[in-house]
């Protein structure tokens, strides 16, 4: 089956700091990724979704100044959280979709902690 | 917002036994689709389901979708300890872009 994967699978960092987080489809190439943010004992939220090679469209209440998305080629799409505050400390999950595909394949996640 | 609303929010039942989890929507929709999730990890695509079908099966899984009533189950039989997780239903909205709308969840504890 498809593979993503993210890195770092845990981050801590300082109160201010930015935090980018990678997320590879390794064996399919992913014209669509999307990424999500994950709370304790809840569900997933999508926080934006992000084509190669263009702007990323981000959910409402989502601060795209904040939430840094890029989306470089067909393999790669970073996240960056600039100036991380405590309240962002969460659960940060990637998907990947293949051109023309149903099917979403997560990675393992990211968990952030900002102290 | 929230399309998906799954019930119950936690299940315990013996291993062996059957689970049943429900999960409704709102809105019309393309696909829909359950997810596991192990504490802390990624998660794993189970099954998906079109609009247009009304029972789909992959090995221990039943999954039954209710256009009408704008509902889905997921069925586990002869559940095991490893079956333990987290269930999560997810809707893809017509004209949305395959964008994943995730439901709340519930809980399984599968006991030895």
């Known amino acids: 089956g498809a593979v993503v994967s993210q890195h770092p699978s845990r981050v801590i960092c300082k109160s201010g700091t930015s935090v980018k987080i990678e997320c590879r489809s390794l064996d399919f190439q992913a014209t669509t990724m999307f990424w999500y943010r994950q709370f304790p004992k809840q569900s997933l939220m999508l926080m934006a979704t992000?084509?190669?090679?263009?702007?990323?469209?981000?959910e409402q209440g989502v601060e795209k100044d904040k939430f840094l998305i890029n989306h470089a080629s067909l393999t790669l799409s970073t996240l960056t959280v600039t100036s991380a505050h405590p309240e962002d400390s969460s659960f940060y999950i990637c998907?990947?979709?293949?051109?023309?595909?149903?099917?979403?394949?997560f990675g393992p996640g990211t968990r952030l902690l900002v102290l | 917002s929230q399309q998906g609303e799954e019930d119950p929010q936690a299940l315990s039942i013996q291993e062996g036994e059957n689970a049943t989890m429900n999960c409704s929507y709102k809105t019309s929709i393309n696909n829909l689709q359950w997810y596991r999730q192990n504490s802390g990890r990624g998660l794993v695509h189970l099954i998906l389901i079109r609009s247009n079908e009304r029972e789909k099966h992959s090995g221990r899984l039943r999954v039954t979708l209710d256009t009408s009533k704008k509902s889905s189950s997921l069925l586990i039989t002869a559940s095991r300890a490893a079956d333990t997780a987290s269930y999560f239903c997810?809707?893809?909205?017509?004209?949305?872009?395959?964008?994943?709308?995730f439901g709340k969840g519930t809980l399984l504890t599968v006991n030895p």
């Open positions: 997810a809707t893809v909205v017509r004209g949305s872009n395959y964008k994943l709308t």
């Open positions: 992000s084509n190669e090679g263009s702007k990323a469209t981000y």
């Open positions: 998907s990947a979709e293949a051109l023309g595909q149903e099917t979403q394949y």
